[in-house]
């Protein structure tokens, strides 16, 4: 059975962070080890999925936004701090503080702007030191720590290599909102609504289009393969999160 279904981006945003979660290693990292979910509107997203909580304001669990057309920095008054998960319960540490602390089998979940055709990411930065994944990148790769990146298809670009080359031959002389760079995520395992499918059905995932108008810009059309039961299965979960609402500015 073949069947063919359109999502907004927040509905994508549900369905990764789903779709996240069903990863083994997350499943096993929630039973057993730790899990630091880091900022991000997606994330915001896998952290409800994770805990069973509500974050009502999704732009106040991101410091860089894409709005209004320019790069910003997120102005919401609703803070939500990103969470680190110890064996299933959510703990009152900063996340870097327990950054020394990360060992082999925890998890370390970051947001991306950019996905290309080889799974390759890349998130981009204004704060000189590197932001997040510049705190943290150093400690993942020497540890060997799981780096997992929820990110949707509307963020796929044609070359992440090439732009952070580009990005780097000169610094940003001029912007429309805040200057920023582009770092790219290496090895990371890369979540996007296709990895979601495929990891909660035994279906076979692809894009064949994406954008829209009047609230679905950055919609991906999506098609899924596989036996009757399991694209029905599929097809009446993705129909409970249509009408998850917009991200909006508050």
Same mark, same amino acid.
């Given at each position: 059975?073949?069947?063919?279904?359109?999502?907004?981006?927040?509905?994508?945003?549900?369905?990764?962070? #789903?779709?996240?979660?069903?990863?083994?290693?997350?499943?096993?990292?929630?039973?057993?080890?730790?899990?630091?979910?880091?900022?991000?509107?997606?994330? +915001?997203?896998?952290?409800?999925?994770?805990?069973?909580?509500?974050?009502?304001?999704?732009?106040?669990?991101?410091?860089?936004?894409?709005?209004?057309?320019?790069?910003?920095?997120? #102005?919401?008054?609703?803070?939500?701090?990103?969470?680190?998960?110890?064996?299933?319960?959510?703990?009152?540490?900063?996340?870097?503080?327990?950054?020394?602390?990360?060992?082999?089998?925890?998890?370390?979940?970051?947001?991306?702007? +950019?996905?290309?055709?080889?799974?390759?990411?890349?998130?981009?930065?204004?704060?000189?030191?590197?932001?997040?994944?510049?705190?943290?990148?150093?400690?993942?790769?020497?540890?060997?720590?799981?780096?997992?990146?929820?990110?949707?298809?509307?963020?796929?670009?044609?070359?992440?290599?090439? +732009?952070?080359?580009?990005?780097?031959?000169?610094?940003?002389?001029?912007?429309?909102?805040?200057?920023?760079?582009?770092?790219?995520?290496?090895?990371?395992?890369?979540?996007?609504?296709?990895?979601?499918?495929?990891?909660?059905?035994?279906?076979?995932?692809?894009?064949?289009?994406?954008?829209?108008?009047?609230?679905?810009?950055?919609?991906?059309?999506?098609?899924?393969?596989?036996?009757?039961?399991?694209?029905?299965?599929?097809?009446?979960?993705?129909?409970?999160?249509?009408?998850?609402?917009?991200?909006?500015?508050?």
């Amino acid at each position: 059975m073949k069947a063919l279904v359109t999502l907004t981006s927040s509905e994508s945003k549900r369905l990764i962070a #789903k779709g996240t979660i069903g990863l083994p290693s997350v499943q096993n990292a929630l039973e057993k080890h730790t899990i630091i979910v880091a900022g991000g509107t997606t994330n +915001a997203y896998v952290a409800e999925e994770l805990l069973g909580v509500q974050i009502e304001d999704k732009t106040g669990y991101t410091m860089g936004i894409v709005t209004n057309g320019e790069l910003g920095i997120s #102005k919401s008054s609703k803070k939500t701090q990103p969470y680190v998960i110890i064996k299933g319960q959510a703990q009152e540490i900063p996340w870097k503080e327990y950054l020394p602390k990360l060992k082999r089998g925890d998890i370390f979940i970051k947001g991306g702007n +950019a996905v290309d055709h080889t799974g390759l990411a890349a998130v981009m930065v204004s704060d000189p030191m590197g932001g997040t994944i510049g705190a943290a990148q150093g400690i993942i790769y020497a540890r060997g720590i799981e780096l997992i990146v929820p990110i949707g298809l509307e963020k796929m670009v044609p070359d992440v290599r090439k +732009a952070v080359e580009f990005m780097t031959k000169s610094t940003v002389d001029q912007a429309i909102g805040n200057k920023v760079g582009l770092i790219p995520m290496v090895g990371a395992r890369v979540v996007t609504e296709l990895t979601a499918l495929e990891t909660l059905y035994d279906v076979e995932a692809s894009c064949i289009a994406a954008g829209g108008v009047d609230g679905s810009e950055g919609s991906v059309t999506l098609v899924i393969e596989g036996l009757e039961e399991e694209v029905e299965r599929a097809i009446k979960d993705i129909r409970s999160l249509k009408g998850e609402p917009q991200i909006l500015v508050k």
